[in-house]
């Protein structure tokens, strides 16, 4: 019987990293070339997206999104780790063509200014400092340092709100896990559609247009330092429902609650991260009616089934004791402390 396993705990040095297989295609970090920016789209959305459209939404979900787009208002999505909430900002960027979604991961430190963009002072100033101490060719001191725009950095929402033709897809992922502030200090940006750069505004009547760096790592031109849409872009603000949020957000969004993926949208996702063959063996069926048949309450991801289902066909000719070992390693439920 053919064994599985790369590591095998018996501490003897041997070549066994040669046979592991290519990654399962949600964590493939191999994408270059051209196609680089939208590697993350791939891992989200499924490789095989040409054989399928994965996300098979439901009406609800398909309403929400488009009157976020008539009505130009940010998409409020919650749900249970796992339902597809930050997939619905990459399938809605794939199939409206609207390029890479700019990703916005916010954590109990996040700031509003961290989302705006980043002004690096220190780094102008010893940049300047190494300038000034420089001799030029003539044996003089040289002191040319580079513009203030080299060190100013739009972040993912400053980025979203540069002037553009067609919508930029944000994702503001997991905004419950910031601090009290950061969902009043998003009013304002959302609202307006603009903001301003302080340290650009100063120099406007010297410096009246300045190019920075956009989250994209591209030279954008900022004119008066100041920021301004011309398309509002879609923004999905996601959410696991751990707090809730002030009534000033809420009005000024669309709110959409997620329920976990139905046996459609189940089969359809499976298939197009692991093929039409992967939930067709007797112990890959078992896999996909254990998650559907939770427990009401049990919190288990559908990437938890996806890990599953991908491990265990690798270890297909592993004893059926160790499949289940396995299947019940990954699929333990999120809300159980073990």
């Known amino acids: 019987m053919s064994d599985w396993r790369i590591y095998r705990g018996a501490g003897l040095p041997h070549d066994g990293i040669r046979r592991l297989p290519a990654p399962p295609p949600w964590r493939d970090f191999s994408a270059g070339g051209a196609d680089d920016t939208l590697a993350g789209s791939d891992r989200r959305l499924g490789v095989r997206r040409r054989l399928v459209q994965n996300h098979h939404?439901?009406?609800?979900?398909?309403?929400?999104?488009?009157?976020?787009?008539?009505?130009?208002?940010p998409l409020l999505v919650t749900g249970n780790p796992g339902t597809g909430k930050s997939t619905l900002a990459h399938a809605v960027a794939h199939e409206l063509g609207l390029g890479r979604v700019l990703r916005w991961p916010v954590v109990s430190r996040t700031t509003l200014q961290d989302g705006l963009y980043r002004y690096d002072a220190i780094g102008r100033l010893q940049d300047v400092q190494l300038e000034r101490a420089r001799p030029d060719s003539t044996g003089s001191a040289a002191a040319t340092p580079a513009g203030i725009g080299s060190y100013i950095r739009l972040g993912p929402l400053g980025t979203a709100l540069l002037p553009s033709e067609q919508p930029r897809v944000l994702l503001i992922d997991e905004l419950d896990?910031?601090?009290?502030?950061?969902?009043?200090?998003?009013?304002?940006?959302?609202?307006e559609g603009e903001f301003a750069i302080p340290e650009l505004e100063r120099l406007a009547d010297r410096e009246p247009v300045v190019e920075v760096l956009s989250d994209d790592g591209r030279k954008v031109r900022i004119l008066g330092g100041r920021v301004r849409c011309t398309t509002f872009p879609f923004i999905v603000l996601t959410s696991n429902g751990e707090r809730d949020f002030p009534a000033a957000l809420l009005r000024r969004c669309i709110r959409l609650e997620l329920e976990p993926p139905g046996e459609e949208q189940l089969g359809a996702m499976i298939e197009a991260h692991l093929g039409t063959e992967a939930a067709t063996g007797e112990g890959e069926r078992?896999?996909?009616?254990?998650?559907?048949?939770?427990?009401?309450?049990?919190?288990?991801?559908?990437?938890q089934l996806l890990n599953a289902l991908y491990l265990t066909q690798h270890a297909s000719r592993a004893e059926r004791v160790t499949r289940e070992r396995i299947a019940d390693m990954l699929m333990q439920p999120l809300d159980q402390p073990r």
Request: charged residues 30%; aromatic residues 4%; without cysteine.
């Open 57 to 73: 939404p439901r009406p609800a979900e398909t309403d929400a999104v488009n009157a976020a787009l008539y009505l130009r208002r």
């Open 286 to 303: 078992d896999l996909v009616q254990r998650f559907l048949n939770r427990e009401p309450g049990e919190v288990i991801a559908t990437d």
């Open 177 to 191: 896990k910031s601090d009290l502030d950061l969902p009043n200090d998003l009013l304002n940006a959302l609202e």
